[in-house]
Protein backbone atom coordinates (compact mmCIF):
# COMPACT_ATOMS: atom_id res chain seq x y z
CA UNK A 1 0.00 0.00 0.00
CA UNK A 2 2.68 2.43 1.19
CA UNK A 3 4.71 1.47 -2.06
CA UNK A 4 1.64 2.73 -4.00
CA UNK A 5 1.39 5.56 -2.16
CA UNK A 6 4.89 6.95 -2.85
CA UNK A 7 4.62 7.95 -6.04
CA UNK A 8 0.97 9.74 -5.98
CA UNK A 9 2.84 12.12 -2.41
CA UNK A 10 6.00 12.73 -4.65
CA UNK A 11 3.79 14.49 -8.00
CA UNK A 12 1.73 16.57 -5.00
CA UNK A 13 5.14 17.34 -3.60
CA UNK A 14 6.44 18.47 -6.83
CA UNK A 15 3.37 20.21 -8.16
CA UNK A 16 3.08 22.12 -4.55
CA UNK A 17 4.46 25.25 -4.84
CA UNK A 18 3.66 28.80 -2.35
CA UNK A 19 1.67 30.27 -5.18
CA UNK A 20 -0.71 27.02 -5.46
CA UNK A 21 -0.64 27.32 -1.86
CA UNK A 22 -1.92 30.86 -1.53
CA UNK A 23 -5.84 30.88 -0.72
CA UNK A 24 -7.34 32.50 -4.07
CA UNK A 25 -9.70 36.22 -3.30
CA UNK A 26 -12.99 36.08 -4.66
CA UNK A 27 -14.93 39.30 -4.39
CA UNK A 28 -18.53 39.71 -4.95
CA UNK A 29 -18.75 43.30 -6.95
CA UNK A 30 -22.16 45.10 -6.27
CA UNK A 31 -23.57 47.00 -8.90
CA UNK A 32 -26.61 49.20 -8.05
CA UNK A 33 -27.27 50.46 -11.42
CA UNK A 34 -29.43 48.12 -13.39
CA UNK A 35 -28.04 45.40 -14.84
CA UNK A 36 -27.73 46.68 -18.66
CA UNK A 37 -26.35 49.79 -17.80
CA UNK A 38 -22.93 50.20 -18.76
CA UNK A 39 -21.23 49.85 -15.45
CA UNK A 40 -22.43 47.15 -14.86
CA UNK A 41 -21.86 45.35 -18.52
CA UNK A 42 -18.73 47.41 -18.96
CA UNK A 43 -16.47 49.40 -16.45
CA UNK A 44 -16.80 47.15 -13.46
CA UNK A 45 -16.13 43.80 -15.27
CA UNK A 46 -13.41 45.27 -16.91
CA UNK A 47 -11.47 46.15 -13.61
CA UNK A 48 -12.57 42.81 -12.40
CA UNK A 49 -10.67 41.34 -15.47
CA UNK A 50 -7.69 43.70 -15.06
CA UNK A 51 -7.78 42.52 -11.39
CA UNK A 52 -7.30 38.94 -12.31
CA UNK A 53 -4.55 39.83 -14.88
CA UNK A 54 -2.34 41.31 -12.54
CA UNK A 55 -2.67 39.08 -9.55
CA UNK A 56 -2.31 36.29 -12.03
CA UNK A 57 -5.74 34.86 -10.76
CA UNK A 58 -4.98 34.98 -7.21
CA UNK A 59 -7.70 37.99 -6.94
CA UNK A 60 -11.07 37.26 -8.80
CA UNK A 61 -14.39 39.27 -8.72
CA UNK A 62 -18.13 38.32 -9.85
CA UNK A 63 -21.14 40.90 -9.96
CA UNK A 64 -24.46 39.52 -8.55
CA UNK A 65 -27.09 39.58 -11.30
CA UNK A 66 -29.04 41.93 -9.12
CA UNK A 67 -27.98 44.80 -6.53
CA UNK A 68 -27.32 43.21 -2.92
CA UNK A 69 -28.98 47.22 -1.81
CA UNK A 70 -30.52 49.81 -2.31
CA UNK A 71 -28.35 52.80 -4.08
CA UNK A 72 -28.03 54.75 -0.52
CA UNK A 73 -26.52 52.02 1.01
CA UNK A 74 -23.79 50.51 -0.88
CA UNK A 75 -21.18 51.86 1.74
CA UNK A 76 -23.16 49.93 4.49
CA UNK A 77 -23.50 47.22 2.23
CA UNK A 78 -19.11 46.73 1.97
CA UNK A 79 -18.87 47.81 5.56
CA UNK A 80 -20.96 44.91 6.79
CA UNK A 81 -19.22 42.52 4.44
CA UNK A 82 -22.29 42.22 2.41
CA UNK A 83 -20.67 42.92 -0.67
CA UNK A 84 -16.71 43.26 -0.74
CA UNK A 85 -17.01 45.84 -3.45
CA UNK A 86 -19.30 48.53 -4.53
CA UNK A 87 -19.32 52.17 -6.17
CA UNK A 88 -20.73 54.26 -3.78
CA UNK A 89 -22.43 58.03 -5.01
CA UNK A 90 -20.93 60.46 -2.55
CA UNK A 91 -23.82 62.11 -2.28
CA UNK A 92 -25.57 59.65 -0.33
CA UNK A 93 -22.09 59.60 2.14
CA UNK A 94 -21.64 63.12 2.80
CA UNK A 95 -22.32 62.99 6.60
CA UNK A 96 -19.37 59.94 6.14
CA UNK A 97 -16.85 61.74 3.77
CA UNK A 98 -16.50 65.63 2.28
CA UNK A 99 -13.40 65.41 0.55
CA UNK A 100 -15.01 63.56 -2.43
CA UNK A 101 -17.72 66.41 -2.69
CA UNK A 102 -15.25 69.34 -3.65
CA UNK A 103 -15.83 68.02 -6.97
CA UNK A 104 -19.77 68.21 -6.73
CA UNK A 105 -19.86 71.80 -5.88
CA UNK A 106 -21.95 73.94 -8.31
CA UNK A 107 -20.26 75.32 -11.66
CA UNK A 108 -16.88 73.91 -10.71
CA UNK A 109 -16.56 71.72 -13.63
CA UNK A 110 -15.68 71.07 -16.97
CA UNK A 111 -16.39 68.87 -19.88
CA UNK A 112 -13.48 66.53 -19.54
CA UNK A 113 -14.27 64.18 -17.19
CA UNK A 114 -10.76 62.42 -17.29
CA UNK A 115 -8.88 65.48 -16.50
CA UNK A 116 -11.37 66.19 -13.62
CA UNK A 117 -11.10 62.46 -12.04
CA UNK A 118 -7.64 62.82 -12.60
CA UNK A 119 -7.56 66.19 -10.83
CA UNK A 120 -9.71 64.73 -7.35
CA UNK A 121 -7.83 61.65 -6.87
CA UNK A 122 -4.42 64.23 -7.13
CA UNK A 123 -6.24 66.65 -4.30
CA UNK A 124 -7.71 63.22 -1.99
CA UNK A 125 -4.22 62.43 -2.22
CA UNK A 126 -2.98 66.00 -1.13
CA UNK A 127 -5.93 67.04 1.49
CA UNK A 128 -7.82 64.32 2.43
CA UNK A 129 -6.01 61.08 1.48
CA UNK A 130 -7.09 59.05 5.21
CA UNK A 131 -10.64 59.87 5.37
CA UNK A 132 -11.94 57.09 4.15
CA UNK A 133 -10.89 55.24 7.58
CA UNK A 134 -12.20 51.60 8.23
CA UNK A 135 -12.84 51.31 4.48
CA UNK A 136 -10.58 50.66 1.01
CA UNK A 137 -10.86 53.52 -0.88
CA UNK A 138 -9.99 51.66 -4.40
CA UNK A 139 -11.26 54.87 -6.90
CA UNK A 140 -12.79 58.02 -7.40
CA UNK A 141 -14.44 59.08 -10.53
CA UNK A 142 -15.98 61.85 -11.99
CA UNK A 143 -18.61 62.33 -14.55
CA UNK A 144 -19.89 65.25 -17.40
CA UNK A 145 -21.36 67.54 -16.29
CA UNK A 146 -25.29 67.53 -15.58
CA UNK A 147 -27.48 70.04 -17.36
CA UNK A 148 -31.17 71.56 -17.02
CA UNK A 149 -34.02 69.88 -19.03
CA UNK A 150 -37.42 70.88 -19.64
CA UNK A 151 -40.47 68.87 -20.39
CA UNK A 152 -42.55 71.89 -21.92
CA UNK A 153 -42.70 73.56 -24.80
CA UNK A 154 -40.92 76.30 -23.17
CA UNK A 155 -37.43 76.19 -21.95
CA UNK A 156 -35.26 76.71 -19.04
CA UNK A 157 -33.94 80.66 -19.46
CA UNK A 158 -33.93 82.29 -16.40
CA UNK A 159 -34.29 82.19 -12.62
CA UNK A 160 -37.92 82.44 -13.00
CA UNK A 161 -38.50 79.73 -15.02
CA UNK A 162 -37.04 77.75 -12.78
CA UNK A 163 -39.16 79.20 -10.10
CA UNK A 164 -42.49 78.82 -11.98
CA UNK A 165 -41.66 75.05 -12.39
CA UNK A 166 -41.72 71.90 -10.47
CA UNK A 167 -38.35 70.45 -10.74
CA UNK A 168 -36.88 66.93 -10.21
CA UNK A 169 -33.27 67.14 -8.76
CA UNK A 170 -30.86 64.86 -7.28
CA UNK A 171 -30.18 65.19 -3.75
CA UNK A 172 -27.30 66.97 -2.37
CA UNK A 173 -26.41 70.99 -4.13
CA UNK A 174 -28.60 70.70 -7.26
CA UNK A 175 -31.94 70.42 -4.75
CA UNK A 176 -30.61 72.81 -2.44
CA UNK A 177 -29.75 75.16 -5.21
CA UNK A 178 -33.89 74.78 -6.24
CA UNK A 179 -34.66 75.17 -2.35
CA UNK A 180 -33.04 78.25 -2.22
CA UNK A 181 -34.71 79.41 -5.46
CA UNK A 182 -38.11 79.06 -3.60
CA UNK A 183 -38.51 76.11 -6.71
CA UNK A 184 -41.11 73.46 -6.49
CA UNK A 185 -38.17 70.34 -5.56
CA UNK A 186 -38.71 66.82 -6.41
CA UNK A 187 -35.12 65.39 -5.44
CA UNK A 188 -34.11 61.10 -5.78
CA UNK A 189 -31.32 59.14 -6.83
CA UNK A 190 -31.35 59.04 -10.67
CA UNK A 191 -31.64 55.35 -11.01
CA UNK A 192 -35.31 56.56 -9.99
CA UNK A 193 -35.67 59.93 -12.08
CA UNK A 194 -37.65 57.98 -14.89
CA UNK A 195 -40.13 56.62 -11.99
CA UNK A 196 -41.01 60.85 -11.52
CA UNK A 197 -40.37 62.18 -14.68
CA UNK A 198 -42.19 60.24 -17.37
CA UNK A 199 -45.48 59.72 -14.79
CA UNK A 200 -45.45 63.68 -15.19
CA UNK A 201 -44.97 64.95 -11.81
CA UNK A 202 -42.40 67.35 -12.77
CA UNK A 203 -42.11 69.60 -15.84
CA UNK A 204 -38.53 69.71 -15.24
CA UNK A 205 -35.51 68.77 -14.70
CA UNK A 206 -31.55 69.53 -13.39
CA UNK A 207 -28.24 67.86 -12.89
CA UNK A 208 -28.17 65.06 -15.63
CA UNK A 209 -25.92 64.40 -18.21
CA UNK A 210 -26.71 63.82 -22.34
CA UNK A 211 -25.74 59.82 -21.34
CA UNK A 212 -27.92 59.26 -18.60
CA UNK A 213 -31.43 61.49 -20.11
CA UNK A 214 -30.43 58.57 -22.67
CA UNK A 215 -29.36 55.34 -20.38
CA UNK A 216 -32.59 56.29 -17.87
CA UNK A 217 -35.51 56.41 -21.14
CA UNK A 218 -35.81 59.97 -20.29
CA UNK A 219 -35.27 61.20 -24.32
CA UNK A 220 -39.39 60.75 -24.87
CA UNK A 221 -40.18 62.91 -21.82
CA UNK A 222 -37.76 65.79 -22.85
CA UNK A 223 -37.73 68.89 -25.28
CA UNK A 224 -35.13 71.18 -24.40
CA UNK A 225 -31.49 71.72 -23.13
CA UNK A 226 -29.75 74.24 -21.31
CA UNK A 227 -25.68 74.52 -21.43
CA UNK A 228 -23.59 75.98 -19.12
CA UNK A 229 -20.01 77.79 -20.13
CA UNK A 230 -19.17 76.47 -16.40
CA UNK A 231 -20.33 72.60 -16.06
CA UNK A 232 -23.75 73.47 -13.73
CA UNK A 233 -23.13 70.27 -11.49
CA UNK A 234 -20.54 67.10 -11.73
CA UNK A 235 -21.37 63.57 -9.74
CA UNK A 236 -18.61 61.68 -7.52
CA UNK A 237 -18.21 57.57 -7.49
CA UNK A 238 -16.42 56.15 -4.83
CA UNK A 239 -15.02 53.00 -5.53
CA UNK A 240 -14.98 50.91 -1.77
CA UNK A 241 -13.94 48.00 -0.66
CA UNK A 242 -14.20 46.53 3.16
CA UNK A 243 -11.24 46.76 4.72
CA UNK A 244 -10.92 43.07 6.17
CA UNK A 245 -11.43 41.69 2.68
CA UNK A 246 -8.50 44.27 1.79
CA UNK A 247 -6.08 42.95 4.68
CA UNK A 248 -6.97 39.54 3.19
CA UNK A 249 -4.50 40.18 0.47
CA UNK A 250 -1.22 39.89 0.33
CA UNK A 251 0.36 43.01 -0.01
CA UNK A 252 2.14 42.63 -3.48
CA UNK A 253 -1.47 41.59 -4.51
CA UNK A 254 -2.86 44.47 -3.05
CA UNK A 255 0.01 46.90 -4.95
CA UNK A 256 -1.48 45.17 -8.30
CA UNK A 257 -4.58 45.91 -7.07
CA UNK A 258 -4.22 49.84 -6.99
CA UNK A 259 -2.27 49.72 -9.92
CA UNK A 260 -5.32 49.36 -11.99
CA UNK A 261 -7.42 51.15 -9.78
CA UNK A 262 -7.02 54.53 -7.97
CA UNK A 263 -6.59 57.16 -11.46
CA UNK A 264 -6.06 54.49 -13.69
CA UNK A 265 -10.05 53.17 -13.11
CA UNK A 266 -10.75 56.92 -12.51
CA UNK A 267 -9.70 57.73 -16.06
CA UNK A 268 -11.46 54.22 -17.75
CA UNK A 269 -14.79 55.22 -15.96
CA UNK A 270 -14.73 58.97 -16.98
CA UNK A 271 -14.09 58.72 -20.68
CA UNK A 272 -16.52 56.03 -21.00
CA UNK A 273 -19.12 58.48 -20.16
CA UNK A 274 -17.84 61.10 -22.22
CA UNK A 275 -18.01 58.79 -25.66
CA UNK A 276 -21.53 57.50 -24.02
CA UNK A 277 -22.46 61.34 -24.04
CA UNK A 278 -21.18 62.01 -27.71
CA UNK A 279 -23.82 59.28 -28.97
CA UNK A 280 -26.50 60.26 -26.36
CA UNK A 281 -26.57 63.73 -27.79
CA UNK A 282 -26.84 62.36 -31.40
CA UNK A 283 -30.22 60.39 -30.10
CA UNK A 284 -31.29 63.85 -28.53
CA UNK A 285 -31.00 65.99 -31.53
CA UNK A 286 -32.72 63.41 -33.45
CA UNK A 287 -35.62 63.24 -30.93
CA UNK A 288 -35.95 66.92 -31.38
CA UNK A 289 -34.60 67.97 -28.16
CA UNK A 290 -33.56 71.83 -28.53
CA UNK A 291 -30.19 72.67 -26.98
CA UNK A 292 -29.88 76.26 -25.66
CA UNK A 293 -26.85 78.40 -24.56
CA UNK A 294 -27.87 79.60 -21.25
CA UNK A 295 -28.10 83.45 -21.01
CA UNK A 296 -25.10 85.46 -19.02
CA UNK A 297 -27.79 86.62 -16.55
CA UNK A 298 -29.29 83.39 -15.56
CA UNK A 299 -25.66 81.56 -15.35
CA UNK A 300 -24.35 84.45 -13.72
CA UNK A 301 -27.39 84.32 -11.02
CA UNK A 302 -27.29 80.37 -10.73
CA UNK A 303 -23.19 81.15 -9.88
CA UNK A 304 -24.47 83.72 -7.19
CA UNK A 305 -27.10 81.13 -5.30
CA UNK A 306 -24.52 78.51 -5.11
CA UNK A 307 -22.07 80.79 -3.33
CA UNK A 308 -23.48 80.08 0.14
CA UNK A 309 -23.45 76.13 -0.78
CA UNK A 310 -19.84 76.15 -1.27
CA UNK A 311 -19.12 78.21 1.87
CA UNK A 312 -21.55 75.48 3.20
CA UNK A 313 -19.58 72.61 2.08
CA UNK A 314 -16.25 74.31 3.06
CA UNK A 315 -17.52 74.93 7.07
CA UNK A 316 -18.27 71.26 6.66
CA UNK A 317 -14.83 69.54 4.99
CA UNK A 318 -13.03 72.16 7.88
CA UNK A 319 -15.41 70.13 10.58
CA UNK A 320 -13.36 66.99 9.23
CA UNK A 321 -9.95 69.05 9.47
CA UNK A 322 -10.16 69.63 5.52
CA UNK A 323 -8.70 72.63 4.14
CA UNK A 324 -12.02 72.93 1.81
CA UNK A 325 -10.47 76.39 0.65
CA UNK A 326 -7.06 74.91 -0.07
CA UNK A 327 -8.49 71.33 -1.78
CA UNK A 328 -11.48 73.47 -3.83
CA UNK A 329 -9.03 75.84 -5.69
CA UNK A 330 -6.70 72.98 -6.24
CA UNK A 331 -9.38 70.62 -7.47
CA UNK A 332 -10.28 73.94 -9.76
CA UNK A 333 -6.93 74.56 -10.91
CA UNK A 334 -5.80 70.95 -11.39
CA UNK A 335 -8.46 70.13 -13.16
CA UNK A 336 -8.36 72.96 -15.94
CA UNK A 337 -4.56 72.43 -16.60
CA UNK A 338 -4.95 68.31 -17.10
CA UNK A 339 -7.46 68.96 -19.84
CA UNK A 340 -5.34 71.78 -21.17
CA UNK A 341 -7.90 74.88 -20.17
CA UNK A 342 -5.66 76.85 -17.82
Known sequence: MLNRLLPALGLAVALWTPQAAQAETRLLVNCFWPPQHFVCREILPTWIERVEEVTEGRVRGIIPPKSVAAPPEQWDAVDKGIADVAAQFTGFVQNRVQGPMVAMNLFTGIQDAQAMSTALWETREQFFPDEHEGIKL?????????????????????????????????????????????????????????????RGVVDGYIALSPNSVDTFQLIPYTTHRTVFERGLYTTVFNLLMNEDKWNEISAEDQAAIMSVSGPELGRFAAEYWERLDAASLSKLEEAGIQTHQAPAEFEQALVD??????????????????????????????????????
Do not use: C, H
Not at 156 to 181: C, F, H, M, T, Y
Open 138 to 198: LSLWVITPGEVWSQTDEPILSVEDLQNRKIWALPGSPANLLKGLESGVVAGPAVQANEIIS
Open 305 to 342: AAEALTEGWIAKAGEKGIDGQAALDFYIKRSRELAGTN
